[in-house]
């Protein structure tokens, strides 16, 4: 339970960090905060106590593995999001560097 | 005969690899081995990538004709387990309107990209190959992630020219953009912790039986990041900044596969998927798209904005057209519309390099010497407004008449909204061609710019004026959207 709400605390502080703060940086600080706490709230979605993980080995028994593995298809998203994440945030602090060199500011209200 | 003629096709069957491989091969070509020296090399290697995936869609359409449906299961695992590839006719209608918007901006940036920049090649290959992909692929994970290629190709496109006002308005897209592709996120999450699986027919087999509140938010969020691409009412102000600020080539592409892109992915979830029935909401949004971009595009003295305005008003029919149910005469009017933008957008690119500024008050008198110009934007801004014999009737009275079947409420507010559109439209051939100004002279126009304004215009009024063939053709196209039966049986290979 815990994690759902850390994640809905997440997803609430980065949403109010894009929304309220000035700064270009914070705003995409911001969004990473947004994007991770959906990233946690995804992982959750797979977990399961005392799971194993899920690779299946010769010895084990098909009902065993599904009743006891974890589901290894949100990691794979989380995985991939992460790397877009990625690209964006560089991307996105590479345009904010260009135009604070060109104008000197770094606020949104700017233009 | 037909079996070895059947034989030749199931060739060309890989849709997804066939048609979005050369545009990815041009894009790997353009970042890696070309070099700076010749200048038409990237437009060559850009334009033979688009056409090679042309001829291949081109090549699909006998087996979609006689199997109604083209699915693709990558790396052979079937659908609730692996990612597959489904092509219909509302799909392969995407597919050749995006070959379309492509071709036109290759046409312009041959002119207005001066200097001999492979990225913006490059750039704009990723882009494509993200719109491809989102409009062939049967699985919401796989349409995030090629929604993500396309929307960061478009935030690097926009920043490209390199000027403050460029920059400053990408990374105001940037930051809203993501926020909306994080909204798909978070709404994929939804429907994969309440139904278990990211497959659409899976997903659309699945809903009826146990949905829950979970899945109703998911596809809430899914639509409202799709409709901020689309620039449905609340989520479009992004638009007009990145059309003013980025060159006309790319304004278009992104004015015209945002809106094909967007409405594909909501029609299809909406009606195909979900089987949503929320007509009052996207009645109620488009009301607000139709007559605030109106109103916003009355006002504006600039020309580019005032393209970017008219394409979000445009966008609020189709998305009234699907929540009236009227889906044919939705379909229709956004392969109209996708017309009349390439129209009206080759036309601005001219007028604009012709006066050296997008101001429409700094222009006029143009409509003299002009005579291709003049008609053809004339005949863009009749089928805008939806006169009869024109393109955009034939669509809007088809909306009109599912309106007044459904909502009438609607068809008299979407004829209010068709009166502002007029007003805008012949504000803006007025202040290009016809104010005061004599001195204006004649405007060169190249060459193939000339060869595809003339086809746009043939094409404006032959499907306005052989209406109800195209009525026919529309309806088989919505309705391989709308038979869901077929969808999942066909993706999930139960036939």
């Known amino acids: 339970m815990i994690i759902y709400i850390a994640s809905l605390a997440f997803v609430i502080i980065g949403i109010y960090t894009i929304i309220a703060k000035d700064n270009l940086v914070k705003k995409v600080i911001g969004l990473g905060i947004f994007t991770t706490g959906i990233h946690i709230l995804l992982i959750a979605l797979g977990y399961r106590s005392l799971g194993i993980a899920p690779i299946f080995l010769s010895g084990m028994g098909l009902s065993y593995f599904s009743s006891t593995a974890v589901d290894p298809l949100p990691q794979a998203l989380v995985l991939t999001s992460i790397v877009i994440d990625l690209s964006v945030t560089a991307l996105a602090l590479t345009l904010i560097i260009k135009n604070h060199k060109m104008t000197g500011i770094s606020d949104a209200s700017y233009g | ?495």
């Open chain 2, 1 to 495: 005969m037909i079996a070895s003629f059947r034989k030749f096709f199931e060739v060309f069957k890989m849709a997804y690899l066939n048609i979005i491989v050369p545009v990815l091969l041009a894009a790997v070509f353009l970042i890696t081995i070309t070099s700076g020296r010749h200048r038409h090399h990237h437009l060559m290697i850009a334009t033979g990538g688009v056409c090679l995936s042309a001829i291949f869609l081109l090549l699909d359409l006998p087996l979609l004709i006689s199997d109604k449906i083209i699915v693709y299961y990558q790396l052979g695992w079937m659908p609730p387990l692996g990612i597959s590839f489904a092509v219909d006719f509302l799909n392969y209608m995407v597919c050749i309107l995006l070959v379309l918007v492509a071709v036109a901006s290759l046409v312009i940036s041959k002119t207005e990209i001066h200097e001999d920049k492979r990225e913006f090649y490059a750039l704009f290959m990723l882009l494509l190959l993200g719109l491809f992909g989102a409009a062939m692929t049967g699985d919401i994970f796989n349409l995030f992630v090629f929604f993500e290629i396309l929307s960061i190709a478009s935030y690097a496109l926009v920043s490209y020219t390199g000027q403050k006002k460029a920059i400053a308005s990408s990374i105001k897209y940037l930051i809203m953009g993501s926020f909306s592709t994080s909204l798909i996120l978070l709404g994929i999450v939804f429907i994969y912790g309440s139904l278990g699986t990211l497959n659409m027919a899976d997903i659309a087999s699945k809903v009826a039986v146990s949905s829950t509140a979970a899945t109703i938010v998911g596809f809430g969020l899914l639509i409202s990041g799709f409709m901020f691409k689309a620039a449905i009412a609340p989520f479009h102000a992004w638009k007009p900044s990145v059309i003013r600020y980025a060159p006309l080539s790319l304004g278009l592409m992104f004015t015209a596969t945002g809106t094909i892109i967007g409405l594909y992915t909501i029609f299809r979830l909406v009606v195909t998927v979900g089987n949503l029935n929320i007509s009052g909401l996207l009645i109620a949004l488009s009301f607000l798209t139709m007559v605030l971009g109106a109103v916003l595009a009355l006002q504006t003295q600039n020309l580019k904005k005032l393209l970017a305005y008219s394409a979000i008003s445009q966008t609020g029919y189709v998305l009234l057209g699907i929540g009236l149910y009227g889906y044919t005469g939705a379909v229709y009017h956004m392969v109209n519309l996708v017309i009349i933008d390439i129209l009206l957008f080759i036309v601005a690119y001219v007028v604009i390099r012709h006066f050296g500024t997008s101001n429409l008050d700094k222009m006029g008198g143009l409509g003299f010497g002009n005579p291709i110009l003049f008609v053809s934007s004339l005949v863009g801004a009749v089928a805008l407004a939806g006169l009869p014999m024109s393109n955009g009737f034939s669509s809007k009275l088809l909306i009109y008449i599912s309106g007044i079947e459904v909502f009438p409420i609607a068809t008299f507010v979407a004829m209010i909204v068709s009166v502002l559109t007029l007003a805008y439209s012949f504000k803006m051939i007025n202040m290009i061609f016809l104010s005061n100004r004599k001195d204006a002279g004649v405007v060169k126009i190249d060459y193939d710019l000339k060869v595809v304004m003339v086809i746009l215009v043939i094409l404006c009024i032959v499907l306005g004026v052989f209406q109800g063939y195209f009525t026919g053709l529309m309806g088989i196209i919505s309705g391989s959207g709308l038979d869901r039966e077929f969808y999942i049986k066909a993706v999930l290979g139960i036939i």
